[in-house]
């Protein structure tokens, strides 16, 4: 696609229900990212991929939340037991990867904002 | 302390002044980002740089490596400007971005 495609772009859910959110990058990023962004507050760094692997994942706030990435593509967080603290808008970012020309250079989705009642 | 500062947290303008927003980071850095995300809008990348100064369009954004400063300036600038401007910080060669908690611009026509 042109762009970094996120869904669901609302998701309700009750506390203590898993939850999945997943990212479509731009097609040829190799690097992935997933932010959070909790009402009022700043972007906060969850967890990178390059490729399928994570060589960064020192932002997960806890071991309910986890991270996938398959085919060097599509990536999909996944929040187990939910709880209302975790209610945020979560933003997938993508870019070229180390080595590919313009490395670095972030484009965001549009994001997925979970609410847990 | 945040690596990443960003001053002022608020800025109220009148349409047409010139606009500064600052960032000031402490630790080394690979590159600097300056992001604008429009209040319930998406985030878009407005500049990423490691030296000098970058311009586009009325946007000139400047970093002094040495003082670990960056600056974003706004010329002309018109109620669409209003926004949240974010700086951020990549410091490593995996390229993670640490950001400040932004600037929210309000320009006023």
């Known amino acids: 696609g042109a762009g970094v495609s996120q869904s669901p772009s609302n998701k309700v859910t009750e506390k203590g229900k898993d939850v999945e959110l997943r990212c479509d990058p731009i097609s040829g990023h190799t690097a992935l990212y997933w932010y959070r962004q909790s009402l009022g507050q700043g972007l906060e760094f969850l967890i990178y991929?390059?490729?399928?692997?994570?060589?960064?994942k020192s932002g997960l706030p806890s071991d309910r939340f986890s991270a996938e990435r398959t085919g060097g593509s599509v990536s999909t967080l996944t929040i187990q037991r939910t709880q209302q603290e975790d209610s945020a808008v979560y933003l997938c970012a993508s870019s070229l990867g180390p080595g590919q020309g313009n490395a670095g250079e972030l484009f965001f989705g549009e994001g997925s904002r979970l609410t847990v009642l | 302390k945040n690596e990443v500062e960003q001053s002022p947290q608020n800025l109220t303008a009148q349409e047409g002044e010139f606009i500064t927003i600052n960032c000031s980071y402490s630790?080394?850095?690979?590159?600097l980002h300056w992001l604008q995300q429009h209040p319930g809008g998406g985030i878009v990348s407005l500049f990423m740089?490691?030296?000098g100064k970058k311009k586009h369009g009325r946007l000139i954004a400047t970093i002094n490596i040495q003082e670990k400063h960056s600056s974003l300036h706004i010329t002309a600038s018109h109620p669409r400007d209003s926004a949240v401007y974010i700086c951020g910080i990549s410091g490593g060669s995996n390229y993670k971005l640490t950001f400040g908690k932004g600037t929210l611009l309000t320009v006023n026509p």
């Open positions: 740089l490691s030296s």
């Open positions: 991929f390059q490729g399928n692997s994570a060589p960064d």
């Open positions: 630790v080394g850095i690979s590159a």
